[in-house]
């Protein structure tokens, strides 16, 4: 008798077990699919018409950007920049600061 009771108890467990993962699945299959638009693009309809770029660029005119800049401005903003790249590709520490963080750092181990 003690036998069947322990494998009654072990079905009890099992279904324990089991049956919340099973009710968010039966549930599931209670509501129908959401209308969701179309994923491929043949069903969407026809793709835009690919044109050759020198067609777009003739149709753009001067913007706010292309024609604030000619060579000498554009130079010098190079060389702006080249100067300030220089200054940041020094050391991150002076070299009294780091020789301190190595030596303590040495100290803790």
Request: glycine share 6%.
């Amino acid at each position: 008798m003690t036998i069947t009771l322990q494998v009654q108890a072990i079905a009890r467990s099992r279904v324990a077990r089991v049956l919340p993962a099973l009710v968010p699945l039966v549930l599931a299959g209670c509501f129908a699919p959401p209308d969701l638009p179309p994923r491929r693009a043949a069903d969407m309809g026809d793709s835009p018409q690919l044109l050759p770029i020198s067609a777009i660029l003739s149709q753009a005119g001067p913007g706010v950007h292309t024609g604030a800049l000619d060579d000498a401005a554009l130079n010098a903003r190079a060389a702006a920049l080249n100067a300030r790249a220089a200054q940041l590709r020094g050391p991150v520490l002076p070299a009294a600061e780091r020789a301190r963080l190595l030596a303590s750092e040495q100290g803790l181990r």
